[in-house]
Every structure is written in C-alpha cells, then in structure tokens.
C-alpha cells in the first residue's frame, strides 16, 4: 500500500494552515509527522481521515482516492474523548459495530486488545474512573479495534509513563510486523528515532523536509564530530563542510592537546528538528 | 445507513439506563398514581353513606357532573315516567341496572357526555327523554350519547340528531361534529407535542455538545457518516419519548385497574364521536414536529463550544415551539376567533404547521387533499432540516474553537 498526500491546501477563514503538503507513507513503515504545535500536523491527520476536507489536493491510496476505497483506518485523536459514564467494553463495541463489526467480532476484538493493553480488569469500569494515561490505552484500543490497514496516531506517547509507553510501543510494532501502515505525530524525537522509517516535517503549514530518515540524515549537512583527549576529554563540535579532518587536527596540535580519537557523529533527529523547525521561532 | 442501528442503540440504552431518567419516570408514575388517588380520598370524606333510594324498575342517576342539570329532582319533575334516583358511584349503577332494580340507568361522565345503561332488551328511552337528549346534543351540551343496550348499542350523536331531525349534515356547523372531543384532544396532543419537543431538544442538545466538548466526535466521525449520527440520536430520543409515554400509559391503566377511579377518564366516552383518522393525522403531525425541531436543536449545539451558549441558542426555537403552542390553544379556545385564512398560511410555515395543524384539525373540518399536502410539506421540512443539521453539525464540530456567527456559517454553509 502506498498512501501518497498530494499538494494539500487548507484554510480556516484567511489563515493558510497547509500549503501544498506532499510525502508519501508505505506500508510496513512507520511515518513520524513532525512539527511544533499548531503548524498543521493534526489538520494533516484530520485530512487523511476524511474528518475534514482539504480545499485543494488529493490523498492517495496506490494511486486511486482513498475515499471510499474501503481499506481500514484507525484514527487515535490527540484530544482524548470518551464517554466518561459508559463502561468500557460497552464503548470499545459500541464503536466496533459503528466500524462495520459484528456485536461479537467488536466484543472479541475489544477483549483481546484489552488483554494486550493489560486492562483487562477496567472492562466493566466506567471511562470516568480511569486514569488519563488509561483512557489514552483505551482509546488506542479503539483505533486498533477493526484491525485497520492504515494507522493514524496523533500524539499516541503524550502523558504516558514509561511503562505504559512500552505497552503502547510494542502494540505499535506488532502492527508494523503485520504489515500496517502506520503514521504518527510526536514530540518525542528519540521515539520517533525509534520507530520510523520515514519522516515528514511541517513548519507553519509547508513541509520542510520528507522521506527516508536514514538518508536524510546521511545527507544532512551538519555532521558533528566527536573528538575525545588524551585527557579522556570529550569534546562535541560542528564537522567542517568539507569533511577534511586534518585542519581540527592541526589546530588541537597547535594548542598542545594530544588526541586520543576523532569520530565523525551523524545528527541526531532532534538537531535536525530544532534546525528545520527553528529556535526562536515563536511557532503558532 | 452504515451505523445508524448502532447510534440508534446506543444512544437509547445510554438515556434509559441514566439513574435521572429512571428516577423522573418514576416521578410521573408517582404523579399518576396520586392524580387517581386524590379523587378517592376527598369522595372517601365527602361521602354521603345514607341509603340510596332506587325504585325497582326505575331509572337511576349518576350525576359526575355537577355543572350540569340534570339532578334527580329536575328529571322527576320533566320525565314524570320514571322514578329518579341517585346513585354514587359507576358500581352502584351497574349494580342497580345488572340487578333489575332500575330499567335503565343515565350516567353524566361530565358535562358533554351520557351513558346510557340497560339490560333489557325490549327497552327504549321514552320519547320525550329521547327528544330531550337530542335537543342536549343539538345544543351542544352533550357531544353524544351512548347507549348501552341489551343487544345493540347505539350513539347519538350530532349526525343522528341531524338525520333524526330530517336536516342535511352540511347544514351543521363544521366543528360542532367533533365538538368538545376536539378540544380536550387538540390540547392534549399540543402538551404533548411541546413536552416532547422541548425535553428531547435538551437531551439531544446535550448529547451534542458532550460529544464535542470531549472531542468524542473526532472518533464518531472515522466511524459513521454525521447524518448518521445525527438522525440515530433523534430517533433514538424518539424512541426514548415512546418509552416515557408507554410506561406511564401502562402505569395509569395499572393504578385505573387497581384504584378503580379512572374508570371516569376511561369510559370518559367523549371519544366516541372522534374521527379515528384525526387521531393517526395528529399522530403524525406530533411525529414530524418532533422530528424537525430535534434537527434543528442538534445543529445549534454544534454552533455553540459551551452549555451556557447552548442555553441561550436554545431559546431561539423554544420561542418558535411556544408561539406554535399558544396559537394552537388560542385557536382550540375560540376557532372563531382566528381568521380562517391566517391559520391556513401558518399551517404552511416550517416547524409552526404542525402545531397550527393539531389545532386546526380539531377546530374545523379540513379537505384530505390539504392536510396530505401539508403532511408531504413538513415531510420535505424534516429532510430539510436534517440535511441542513447534518451540515453545520460537521462544520462545526471540526471548527471546536473558532469563534461562530450567523454570517460565517452562512459563508460557510453556502461555500462562499
């Protein structure tokens, strides 16, 4: 499956919220949607989803219009709604069956995801007596409900711990394994580091940067160089554009400090970030 | 429509099951049971214990309404024939007919309606009492009698009266043939038509809002189409207003069964002349009142990001349902006094017809061919009204935040 967003515009009222966003995601990979908030990452998703509609552009399911194409989606929302005073079980169903699922295939599929989700013991709970960290579980157990073929995660890390993090990354994975398409938007860039294959990052409704994350870093201009003392010194700083060595070399030489060993460090995602999306950008 | 059956369950099991509504529904039955209660404890200490006088072989009386004339003494005097008596209670009549002690037995259920009550077969009222019940009924002082005979039963109504006293049935007044059933009808069904109106809006109002305060609706939406929504929580308020009506109708004939008090609602008799298919035109007229205003309080909740907006907005409609309302009793109260022509306008107008219809169908005889067109015209209002919901309702929901006016929705609404 290739899922192809191609030169979205959206406007709310006379602001430009997306400005011919393009990438492309596949299945088996994972897509990490970046960007500071309010650059149009979510807007982004709701378009995927078909919640709402872009002015202009298309998306793409292997080159037909996703809509009405009849593949699956899973939808995990950033703002987290449930109904606070119906059980659990009663609501994961309840949007099963809205999904096009048998009472017992939603009943089956819900309890299975419950017990991987290890909440087995809220089934019968309302939504209200969970905690936010719980009803966030919940609400990814819905998005999976269906067992979709396109996985769209807003935020899916956001106020979870870290064991519940974990939960959340091995259901993740084991959706990759089955061969999902997944896409998700997160702050956290060593996760995203973790996770995805590809990236797309969106600044003020553009996108600044997509595709492979491993060749875009490959590619990424700034390396950084590691050179480590004599002394057992570490010092971090920015490779020269020409890649040669020999003057750092030189001028470490110059100030009489002997050279243990130099390495060459790719950038991190987050030094990428924070140089596509900008410091001192106030963001929107 | 694909998950439609799913809101529409949902939503229903979600309102029923709410400890509010259970708790209000056995209010009302509460409420019933002491409306039927109370009659029997103020007759229980106003009761007069000494012996009634019944006469064997003469007529008896049961006078349950008080406003009227026809008290023993003034039926002795105009009908020397038969010998008066007054009984207490609807028992004490059958009993006195049933056992032979009274050749017939008259019961005034209230100021329009007489029953009449024998077991003899061979038995006729007496020309002169008959001349006096129709000359009551020609007034329009009883709306008809029924007579319970042995082997028949007869009516007299307007239209027997008429044919009796050989004059064409166009010569009557239009409205005299549904008579004061018509009144008690058209309020009844104009109560229950605001009360269901106004308490579903505010549940579907509600129910709205709660899904797009807490953002549930993003969910909703990759799951079922708005219109979907939309129409599963207006049927399923429906359906919950049938719910409602059903327990307190079963409660009520329960508690009448038990208290035997209700037997002077239920064999009130006043319906006997009414028009079986006004009760279905009235039926349906409630239905799409309900329908096409729930619409619209659905579509004003998704303008509004918070309850108190909601409640403000709501007022827009409410004052649309209650002029409805209070015209439609105005026109019960005096049809003479509203003119023909502009009830007739208004009972074209968007979410007012039905309610000027209940009221008009109860006050004046209408042609099929008219009020069918109005059926099929607040048939179109309701989709209308539906689609036009559907429309804001997904606007807005996905605008959470934006600040909404009339002229933004309407550039919105119109693709401007």
Same mark, same amino acid.
């Given at each position: 499956?290739?899922?192809?967003?191609?030169?979205?515009?959206?406007?709310?009222?006379?602001?430009?919220?997306?400005?011919?966003?393009?990438?492309?995601?596949?299945?088996?990979?994972?897509?990490?949607?970046?960007?500071?908030?309010?650059?149009?990452?979510?807007?982004?998703?709701?378009?995927?989803?078909?919640?709402?509609?872009?002015?202009?552009?298309?998306?793409?399911?292997?080159?037909?219009?996703?809509?009405?194409?009849?593949?699956?989606?899973?939808?995990?929302?950033?703002?987290?709604?449930?109904?606070?005073?119906?059980?659990?079980?009663?609501?994961?169903?309840?949007?099963?069956?809205?999904?096009?699922?048998?009472?017992?295939?939603?009943?089956?599929?819900?309890?299975?995801?419950?017990?991987?989700?290890?909440?087995?013991?809220?089934?019968?709970?309302?939504?209200?007596?969970?905690?936010?960290?719980?009803?966030?579980?919940?609400?990814?157990?819905?998005?999976?409900?269906?067992?979709?073929?396109?996985?769209?995660?807003?935020?899916?890390?956001?106020?979870?711990?870290?064991?519940?993090?974990?939960?959340?990354?091995?259901?993740?994975?084991?959706?990759?394994?089955?061969?999902?398409?997944?896409?998700?938007?997160?702050?956290?860039?060593?996760?995203?580091?973790?996770?995805?294959?590809?990236?797309?990052?969106?600044?003020?409704?553009?996108?600044?940067?997509?595709?492979?994350?491993?060749?875009?870093?490959?590619?990424?201009?700034?390396?950084?160089?590691?050179?480590?003392?004599?002394?057992?010194?570490?010092?971090?700083?920015?490779?020269?554009?020409?890649?040669?060595?020999?003057?750092?070399?030189?001028?470490?030489?110059?100030?009489?400090?002997?050279?243990?060993?130099?390495?060459?460090?790719?950038?991190?995602?987050?030094?990428?970030?924070?140089?596509?999306?900008?410091?001192?950008?106030?963001?929107? | 429509?694909?998950?439609?059956?799913?809101?529409?369950?949902?939503?229903?099991?979600?309102?029923?099951?709410?400890?509010?509504?259970?708790?209000?529904?056995?209010?009302?039955?509460?409420?019933?049971?002491?409306?039927?209660?109370?009659?029997?404890?103020?007759?229980?200490?106003?009761?007069?214990?000494?012996?009634?006088?019944?006469?064997?072989?003469?007529?008896?009386?049961?006078?349950?309404?008080?406003?009227?004339?026809?008290?023993?003494?003034?039926?002795?005097?105009?009908?020397?024939?038969?010998?008066?008596?007054?009984?207490?209670?609807?028992?004490?009549?059958?009993?006195?007919?049933?056992?032979?002690?009274?050749?017939?037995?008259?019961?005034?259920?209230?100021?329009?309606?007489?029953?009449?009550?024998?077991?003899?077969?061979?038995?006729?009222?007496?020309?002169?009492?008959?001349?006096?019940?129709?000359?009551?009924?020609?007034?329009?002082?009883?709306?008809?009698?029924?007579?319970?005979?042995?082997?028949?039963?007869?009516?007299?109504?307007?239209?027997?009266?008429?044919?009796?006293?050989?004059?064409?049935?166009?010569?009557?007044?239009?409205?005299?043939?549904?008579?004061?059933?018509?009144?008690?009808?058209?309020?009844?069904?104009?109560?229950?038509?605001?009360?269901?109106?106004?308490?579903?809006?505010?549940?579907?109002?509600? &129910?709205?809002?709660?899904?797009?305060?807490?953002?549930?609706?993003?969910?909703?939406?990759? &799951?079922? &189409?708005?219109?979907?929504?939309?129409?599963?929580?207006?049927?399923?308020?429906?359906?919950?207003?049938?719910?409602?009506?059903?327990?307190?109708?079963?409660?009520?004939?329960?508690?009448?069964?038990?208290?035997?008090?209700?037997?002077?609602?239920?064999?009130?008799?006043?319906?006997?002349?009414?028009?079986?298919?006004?009760?279905?035109?009235?039926?349906?007229?409630?239905?799409?009142?309900?329908?096409?205003?729930?619409?619209?309080?659905?579509?004003?909740?998704?303008?509004?990001?918070?309850?108190?907006?909601?409640?403000?907005?709501?007022?827009?409609?409410?004052?649309?349902?209650?002029?409805?309302?209070?015209?439609?009793?105005?026109?019960?109260?005096?049809?003479?006094?509203?003119?023909?022509?502009?009830?007739?306008?208004?009972?074209?107008?968007?979410?007012? &017809?039905?309610?000027?219809?209940?009221?008009?169908?109860?006050?004046?005889?209408?042609?099929?061919?008219?009020?069918?067109?109005?059926?099929?015209?607040?048939?179109?209002?309701?989709?209308?009204?539906?689609?036009?919901?559907?429309?804001?309702?997904?606007?807005?929901?996905?605008?959470?935040?934006?600040?909404?006016?009339?002229?933004?929705?309407?550039?919105?609404?119109?693709?401007?």
């Amino acid at each position: 499956m290739l899922l192809e967003i191609k030169n979205i515009n959206k406007f709310y009222g006379d602001n430009h919220v997306l400005k011919d966003v393009s990438f492309t995601a596949s299945s088996s990979r994972t897509l990490g949607l970046l960007g500071r908030n309010g650059h149009g990452k979510t807007t982004c998703m709701k378009i995927i989803m078909g919640i709402i509609y872009g002015d202009s552009g298309e998306v793409l399911l292997n080159g037909a219009p996703l809509k009405n194409s009849g593949v699956k989606l899973g939808y995990l929302p950033e703002e987290r709604g449930l109904y606070q005073k119906v059980q659990i079980l009663e609501q994961m169903v309840y949007f099963g069956k809205l999904r096009g699922m048998s009472a017992a295939a939603a009943r089956a599929s819900a309890a299975g995801l419950l017990e991987k989700l290890g909440m087995t013991e809220y089934t019968k709970k309302k939504a209200d007596s969970l905690s936010k960290g719980n009803q966030q579980k919940i609400q990814l157990g819905i998005a999976l409900l269906n067992d979709p073929d396109i996985i769209i995660l807003d935020e899916p890390f956001s106020g979870l711990d870290p064991v519940n993090s974990k939960i959340l990354q091995n259901l993740i994975l084991e959706s990759v394994e089955k061969s999902k398409l997944i896409i998700f938007s997160s702050h956290q860039m060593a996760q995203v580091e973790e996770f995805c294959q590809d990236v797309c990052l969106i600044k003020h409704g553009e996108v600044k940067l997509t595709g492979n994350l491993r060749e875009i870093k490959n590619s990424y201009p700034k390396d950084k160089i590691l050179v480590i003392t004599e002394a057992g010194e570490e010092l971090k700083m920015d490779a020269p554009q020409d890649g040669d060595l020999s003057q750092i070399i030189a001028e470490f030489r110059q100030k009489g400090v002997g050279i243990e060993s130099i390495s060459v460090l790719k950038p991190s995602l987050l030094e990428i970030f924070l140089e596509k999306v900008g410091e001192g950008d106030e963001g929107a | 429509m694909k998950g439609l059956k799913s809101v529409i369950s949902f939503e229903y099991t979600n309102i029923v099951k709410r400890k509010s509504y259970i708790i209000s529904l056995a209010f009302y039955v509460v409420i019933i049971l002491a409306i039927n209660f109370i009659p029997a404890i103020i007759d229980f200490f106003s009761r007069d214990d000494a012996p009634v006088g019944i006469v064997a072989n003469h007529a008896v009386i049961l006078d349950e309404a008080p406003a009227h004339n026809f008290d023993p003494a003034l039926l002795a005097e105009f009908f020397p024939e038969y010998n008066w008596a007054q009984v207490h209670n609807a028992q004490q009549l059958e009993e006195a007919v049933i056992s032979g002690q009274a050749a017939f037995g008259l019961r005034f259920t209230d100021v329009n309606n007489v029953q009449m009550l024998t077991t003899d077969a061979a038995f006729a009222p007496s020309p002169h009492l008959l001349e006096l019940l129709m000359r009551e009924v020609a007034n329009r002082h009883i709306s008809d009698i029924h007579l319970s005979l042995a082997d028949m039963d007869m009516t007299i109504n307007h239209e027997f009266v008429a044919l009796a006293q050989d004059e064409p049935l166009a010569g009557i007044d239009p409205d005299m043939l549904i008579g004061p059933a018509g009144s008690i009808v058209g309020n009844f069904a104009l109560i229950i038509g605001i009360i269901a109106v106004m308490s579903s809006g505010g549940t579907i109002m509600a &129910s709205v809002m709660k899904e797009k305060t807490s953002k549930i609706v993003e969910l909703l939406f990759t &799951s079922a &189409s708005p219109t979907a929504i939309m129409l599963g929580k207006v049927i399923a308020s429906a359906l919950v207003a049938l719910t409602t009506g059903i327990v307190l109708i079963t409660a009520t004939m329960v508690i009448v069964q038990f208290t035997d008090m209700g037997e002077v609602v239920i064999d009130a008799g006043i319906l006997y002349a009414y028009p079986p298919i006004l009760f279905v035109y009235i039926i349906i007229f409630i239905i799409l009142a309900f329908i096409s205003l729930s619409f619209i309080y659905a579509g004003l909740a998704a303008t509004v990001s918070d309850t108190q907006e909601s409640s403000t907005l709501a007022v827009m409609p409410m004052f649309i349902v209650l002029g409805a309302f209070y015209l439609g009793m105005g026109m019960l109260g005096n049809p003479s006094f509203i003119s023909e022509t502009f009830v007739r306008v208004i009972s074209f107008i968007p979410f007012v &017809s039905p309610f000027a219809m209940i009221a008009r169908l109860n006050t004046m005889l209408l042609p099929t061919a008219e009020i069918l067109l109005i059926i099929g015209l607040n048939m179109i209002y309701a989709v209308g009204a539906a689609l036009l919901s559907a429309r804001i309702y997904r606007m807005c929901i996905m605008l959470f935040g934006t600040k909404i006016n009339l002229r933004f929705l309407f550039k919105r609404l119109t693709g401007r």
